[in-house]
């Protein structure tokens, strides 16, 4: 058999040239992300119906988070610009996703961490890449106002969604979605913390029905944590609290996006539980065998209440995209988890142990 290269990924920028902003080929920074797959739910017919449901899972990038399509863009673009640094505040995977990146082009990264409030996984990203990790002694929110005063003084380039770049990247996840399916989904799932990626998406879309690729646009569903959901609430809120550290965010950068979204789709800002972030989390990893982080879940979760509350019905195709990687916090999975037995190495006890 020969072997075709034909085909082969070429990363966002490359694959999706025609309807992203140009960039010089000299300046091109890619590590192959996008092109992550959607999956069907097979074992979720209890809490889903007769609603068709694909997981859009974005933990396979090559960071592990969706960020990675909007951050080839954004270091790119900086790149080609003649910038020698990046900066962004984060509750992590940006983070991971600029150490990465900017490495890769050579050039500096700064990142600022609200202290004590990243997952291990993400915060052993930027410190391998060589980020100068900056942990604040404050919130995420802190950190972004920080990051937006030194980004009009000094010559360093914000990557966080404010940059018009991080959206335009984002948005190839819903040509990609509709690529996949054939047609378009009649509702999109995603977690809402700053609302850059609700931004995104509800951009690709339109631009899909736009040119006619697709009919319409699906609603946009977002959901924030109960305990970190200024936008349903209608305020920012001063001291999020939610288990879901991603998206513990006050003070979200793109509110408006996420109102436009949520107003021209016909969709929903809604918000969820710790409790049932939790559970979404533990059902998709135990039932589907997809382990995603616990912000990601927030997603599920909103599939499962919009089910119960009949926003969403038989016949209807759902995405949900699981927006980071399991791994990226092995700490809270191994705390919703049944505990490892301690056994001695004796046939007897092990298949006493294992039921039998
Ligand atoms: C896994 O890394 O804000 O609504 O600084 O990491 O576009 O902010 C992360 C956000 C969802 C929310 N899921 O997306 C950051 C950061 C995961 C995330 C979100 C984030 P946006």
């Known amino acids: 058999m020969a072997l075709s290269r034909k085909g082969l990924w070429r990363g966002i920028i ?6 992203l902003p140009p960039v010089g080929e000299d300046a091109v920074t890619t590590l192959l992300e996008g092109n992550t797959p959607l999956v069907e739910a097979v074992n979720l017919k209890d809490v889903t119906g007769r609603t068709r449901l694909f997981f859009k899972f974005e ?4 960071t592990g988070s969706f960020k990675d399509r909007g951050m080839t863009l954004a270091v790119s673009k900086a790149r080609e610009e003649g910038s020698r640094a990046v900066i962004c505040a984060s509750t992590g995977n940006t983070s991971a996703s600029a150490a990465a990146y900017a490495s890769r082009a050579g050039m500096k990264a700064y990142v600022l961490v609200p202290e004590g409030n990243v997952a291990l996984g993400k915060l052993s990203q930027a410190m391998i890449h060589g980020a100068m990790v900056l942990e604040v002694r404050g919130s995420f929110d802190d950190a972004l106002a920080v990051v937006k005063e030194v980004t009009k003084n000094y010559p360093v380039t914000m990557v966080n969604s404010l940059n018009p770049y991080r959206i335009e990247g984002q948005k190839t996840a819903a040509f990609e979605v509709c690529e996949y399916l054939g047609y378009n989904p009649t509702h999109h799932f995603l977690p809402v913390g700053n609302a850059g990626n609700i931004t995104a998406y509800w951009k690709g879309y339109e631009e899909l029905r736009e040119r006619r690729v697709v009919s319409e646009s699906p609603r946009m569903m977002g959901f924030q944590a109960e305990g ?4 349903v609430r209608g305020e920012p809120v001063l001291n999020p609290k939610t288990v879901a550290t991603a998206i513990k965010i006050g003070n979200p ?11 021209e789709s016909g969709g929903v800002i809604d918000m969820v539980s710790d409790e049932e972030i939790l559970d979404a989390y533990r059902l998709v990893a135990s039932r589907e065998g997809i382990f995603c982080e616990p912000a990601s879940a927030a997603s599920l979760a909103g599939v499962i209440k919009m089910r119960k509350l009949s926003v969403l019905k038989d016949g209807d195709t759902a995405v949900c995209t699981l927006t980071g990687h399991g791994l990226k916090d092995p700490d809270c999975a191994i705390k919703v988890s049944v505990k490892p037995l301690s056994v001695s190495p004796d046939v007897k006890e092990i298949v006493r142990a294992m039921g039998f």
Do not use: C, D, T, V
């Open 228 to 231: 970190a959901a200024p936008i």
């Open 14 to 19: 490359r694959e999706f040239a025609e309807h």
């Open 253 to 263: 950068a793109s509110w408006q996006g996420a109102l436009r979204a949520k107003e």
């Open 59 to 62: 933990g396979l990038n090559p």
